[in-house]
């Protein structure tokens, strides 16, 4: 799943009259570049859910044929928020485990083996959390080892050192089943509680991710990309 239904306050005016996953970087709108990394993943259908200016998105992306996956839409209004968007959208993963990821983000991050993988047993929630960026230093949560899972790392808020949630991750449809459709809800607590329990594991992504959070640090990233020449690399 693409959670591509916020408003994207932070990069106005920009986004007032397009979406900000439409935004181009390296010559191909945001969503653009994930569609085709998950495609290359092997995933072969994408649950994207929309709500501002969601028809153009639908209108650029169409069924996804072009992109080499099924896309499927997931319609708000108003904007669920996370956590909501993904629980209206569980019927589509038909009781199994399933990835999403933020829509306003550019990585190369490997979703191959996180398909392969999939969640660890026994866990609701499986993060990829990146190093701090400078916008955002203080970080969100740590990794912890788990002697008594296989699963890897725990995630937590008290571990050290803090590290910030890149927006992939892994879920179990039940940790959104006391979740409402049909108001906002944000993931965050969800979280939260589940690693209260024990119920998350998560990873250190130590390669390329970009937050598009802003302007300024959208014309860098596309900068990057132009200057590394990989506009073309699809």
């Known amino acids: 799943m693409i959670l591509a239904a916020g408003r994207g306050e932070r990069m106005r005016p920009l986004t007032d009259v397009t979406p900000k996953p439409l935004l181009p970087v390296g010559g191909h709108p945001l969503i653009v570049w994930l569609l085709r990394s998950l495609a290359a993943a092997g995933f072969e259908r994408v649950v994207i859910n929309v709500a501002h200016l969601g028809e153009q998105i639908e209108a650029e992306l169409g069924s996804g044929a072009a992109y080499g996956v099924e896309i499927c839409w997931s319609r708000e209004l108003p904007a669920l928020e996370t956590a909501g968007g993904i629980a209206r959208a569980l019927p589509w993963f038909d009781g199994n485990p ?15 083996a996180l398909r392969r993988r999939g969640l660890p047993h026994g866990r609701l929630a499986h993060l990829v959390l990146v190093d701090n960026p400078q916008h955002h230093l203080q970080g969100d949560f740590g990794l912890e080892p788990d002697v008594s899972s296989l699963s890897g790392s725990s995630v937590s808020e008290q571990a050290q050192p803090r590290l910030t949630f890149s927006g992939i991750g892994c879920y179990h449809p039940d940790l959104f089943a006391e979740v409402a459709t049909s108001r906002p809800v944000p993931l ?8 209260r329990a024990g119920a998350v594991s998560g990873e250190h992504f130590r390669g390329r991710w970009h937050d598009i959070g802003t302007p300024q640090r959208m014309l860098q990233l596309d900068a990057q990309l132009r200057t590394l020449g990989v506009e073309n690399g699809y």
């Not at 933020?102 to 990585?107: P, R, S």
């Not at 965050?188 to 690693?195: D, E, K, Q, W, Y």
């Open 98 to 112: 399933f990835v999403v990821v933020n829509g306003d983000l550019w990585t190369d991050y490997d979703f191959a």
């Open 188 to 195: 965050g607590p969800l979280l939260r509680t589940a690693m």
